[in-house]
């Protein structure tokens, strides 16, 4: 069973930044690639980004591209979402979510994900 925790989301003005953590026990983080999600209310859960087992590989929405960074560090089990020139549209739940397959190339697709966090709260305010 793999267990993930977020943190690191708040209450942030217009083009502010915030940096989400996301730390996971219960199997080799490193060998699986890893993304983040986002849901806000009344609308589906939409991909954010996503980084390869080997952190070489990084795929990103095109609502936070050029805007969001996703990274790893391997020797703490925990990936990370930098998110500069925030949007009030940028406002939602970010789940964090593990992939299912050992060795995984990044994805921007749900399905393909087996684990998720219980989400944390961003709020962008204009």
């Known amino acids: 069973q793999v267990h993930l925790v977020e943190s690191g989301g708040g209450l942030v003005q217009a083009g502010g930044s915030l940096r989400l953590s996301c730390a996971a026990s219960g199997r080799t983080f490193s060998y699986y690639a890893m993304g983040w999600f986002r849901q806000a209310p009344g609308k589906e859960r939409e991909f954010v980004a996503s980084?390869?087992?080997?952190?070489?590989?990084?795929y990103y929405g095109d609502a936070v591209k050029d805007r969001f960074t996703i990274s790893r560090d391997n020797t703490k089990d925990t990936v990370y979402l930098f998110m500069n020139s925030l949007k009030p549209e940028d406002t939602a739940v970010y789940y964090c979510?593990?992939?299912?397959?050992?060795?995984?190339?990044?994805?921007?697709?749900?399905?393909?994900?087996?684990?998720w966090g219980q989400g944390t709260q961003v709020t962008v305010s204009s």
């Open positions: 979510a593990a992939h299912r397959g050992i060795y995984s190339d990044a994805a921007r697709e749900r399905n393909q994900y087996d684990y």
């Open positions: 980084v390869s087992w080997t952190g070489a590989t990084t």
